[in-house]
C-alpha cells in the first residue's frame, strides 16, 4: 500500500503536470496545495524530496515555485515510489535497492515465502516500471481497470 506522502507527492505532480500543459509556469507551494489538497507543511518536505531527485525544479523568487523537470513521460512511477517511500519489495531479500537476507532464513534457495513472493513481486515490478506520471494525467495509454474485480472492504 503507498503511504499517504506519496498519494500527497502523485497529487502534487499531477499539478504540475497539468500546468506543464496549460501554461509551463512555476507554481507557488500554497498554490500546489491548494489544488492538490495537501497540507502546505507536509508538501514542504515532499517538494524538496523532489527536487532533490531531480523530478522537479525550483525558482526562487516573487514569481517563483516549482515546475517538473521533464516530460511527464519520462518519470516513472517505480523511481518516484522508492523515492518517496523507500525499498518495495514486500521482503528485504528480494529488494533491489535494499537487500538484506532475513533474519531468520535458513536457506533463501528454498525459502517458499521467497519463492512466492517473488513471482508477485517481479510481475507487479514489470508493471508498474511501465508506468509513468504521464499514466496518471491520462497523456498514456488508459489501464483497464474495468476489468479488475472490485474490492470489497473486510474488518
Known sequence: MIT????????ALIVLADERADTDTALQIEEIARRSGAPKRFLEHIMLSLRNAGVVTSIR???????????PRQ?????????????IAP?????????????????????RLRRTFAGVFWSYLLLLESLTLADLVGDGAPLPLDSIPEVQASD
Open 4 to 11: 499517504q506522502k506519496m498519494k500527497y507527492a502523485l497529487k
Open 61 to 71: 523568487g516573487r514569481r517563483g515555485g516549482y515546475r517538473l523537470a521533464r516530460d
Open 75 to 87: 518519470i516513472p512511477l517505480e523511481g518516484l515510489l522508492r523515492q518517496i517511500d523507500g525499498p
Open 91 to 111: 521482503l528485504p531479500c528480494l529488494s533491489r535497492t535494499a537487500y538484506q537476507r532475513c533474519e531468520d532464513c535458513t536457506d533463501e534457495a528454498s525459502c
